[in-house]
């Protein structure tokens, strides 16, 4: 059987196929729906030291996404585009209509590959329902070429107005029907954690357990800190996950103080002997309406283990890094973070070298003692 065309288990093996966004077609204008005004308000609580003026910002981002393509190539990485379509034009469902689409900056944000699998996900954002068309076709290329390739698709969401909140203690998605982001998920082999957030509901996180769980898969709810009922407003969670912490390597992941993990996470990285760098804080913004995260540098895109593709003016960051043994490749990409978010949000690793393979020893002797358990359950020794 020949060697499968899609398969990709984590985040930092050999890099071989990647699909990367575009700057053609994307509105730099907000969609008027909640959870886009949600965001919006929310980016008002950050405020960034300009580090770099930059007259025409949409000029600035193509060239920057371009540049990119070259270097992923320039590295032997094969680089699929989206073919886009009209962005502009009103979206309309039997329950809900909207001025315009969003664009196709962010295939991450779109699908998750979990070994052969591509995950498409339902979205968060009404502007963004369609979003996966602009990927159909290479979509379909892999499905023809990869004659082992799976392709599941969430239920397409309602996204009626019960499905969101605008109470700032409250988060933005309710648990109604499945809604997530693919962004929100960071894959660890055998080991998935989603986050709870403004672009993901429990109910997400629960069809992505049930739909990985014949694979082997195991999913977890990655914490925060600071994310207690109580602060559900908290800047913190209207940021995906891949802007939160990085795993560079096996057993070595990137973090930093302004999207701190739980005490929770903490034990559990620990007691399975990974190495837990804290990163310094966030430098470059090149727009005042730069309303991503704290942790947006930390947004990077593994070439391979411990070899990074990194924004190119985190100076203090990029030393750290490479005193840490990590092999940095600087990517001058922050004039697109107001467009999408960095160098991870844009791509999606479609093929990486590896296979499933479990990273928590822990994790592994707790599933044991629970399947033990079962087996000696009085009711399946009953259906026996």
């Known amino acids: 059987m020949a060697a499968p065309v899609v398969n990709s288990w984590n985040e930092w093996d050999n890099l071989r196929e990647v699909f990367l966004g575009t700057m053609e077609g994307k509105m730099t204008t907000y969609a008027d729906e909640a959870a886009v005004n949600r965001k919006q ?56 209509d909207i001025s315009q689409s969003s664009g196709a900056t ?37 499905y023809n070429r990869d004659p082992q390739m799976r392709w599941t698709c969430a239920p ?72 207690s009922a109580s602060c559900l407003g908290c800047p913190i969670s209207f940021v995906h996950i891949d802007a939160k912490i990085t795993p560079v390597d096996e057993y070595t992941m990137l973090w930093c103080a302004a999207e701190r993990p739980s005490d929770d996470m903490f034990k559990l990285f620990r007691e399975n002997e990974w190495k837990l760098l804290e990163m310094p804080v966030r430098y470059a913004c090149t727009s005042p ?57 844009w791509t999606l690793d479609i093929s990486r070298d590896g296979h499933a393979k479990s990273y928590f020893p822990t994790l592994d002797e707790q599933a044991e003692r629970l399947e033990a358990k079962e087996e000696r359950s009085p009711k399946k020794a009953r259906a026996a």
């Not at 073919?83 to 034009?89: G, P």
């Not at 991450?108 to 329902?129: H, L, Q, T």
């Not at 080991?191 to 195991?218: C, E, M, V, Y």
């Not at 942790?295 to 070439?303: D, E, F, P, R």
């Open 106 to 142: 962010c295939p991450r944000d779109v699908f998750m590959v979990a070994g052969n699998n591509v995950i498409e996900a339902p979205m968060s954002w009404k502007c963004r329902y369609f979003e996966h068309y602009a990927w159909r076709k290479a979509m379909f290329s892999y």
């Open 41 to 96: 308000m929310n980016g008002k609580i950050f405020t960034y030291k300009l580090t770099e003026d930059v007259p025409d910002p949409v000029k600035r981002a193509s060239e920057c996404v371009e540049n990119f393509a070259e270097v992923l190539k320039a590295e032997g990485i094969k680089v699929t585009r989206p073919e886009v379509f009209d962005t502009a034009k009103d979206i309309r469902t039997p329950i809900f």
């Open 289 to 345: 309406l730069d309303a991503t995260g704290p942790g947006i540098h930390l947004n990077m895109l593994a070439a391979g283990p411990s070899r990074m593709f990194v924004e190119a003016s985190e100076t203090a960051m990029i030393k750290q890094m490479r005193e840490e043994g990590i092999d940095v490749i600087p990517v001058p990409y922050a004039p697109c973070y107001m467009y999408g978010g960095g160098l991870n949000c």
């Open 156 to 227: 397409k969401p309602v996204m009626g107005d019960s499905s969101y909140n605008m109470d700032p203690k409250l988060k933005t998605i309710n648990n109604g029907e499945i809604l997530f982001d693919a962004a929100d998920t960071r894959r660890f082999g055998k080991d998935f954690f989603t986050q709870s957030a403004h672009t993901a509901n429990d109910t997400g996180r629960d069809w992505i357990k049930r739909t990985l769980a014949p694979d082997g898969i195991r999913v977890h709810e990655f914490t925060f800190a600071d994310q």
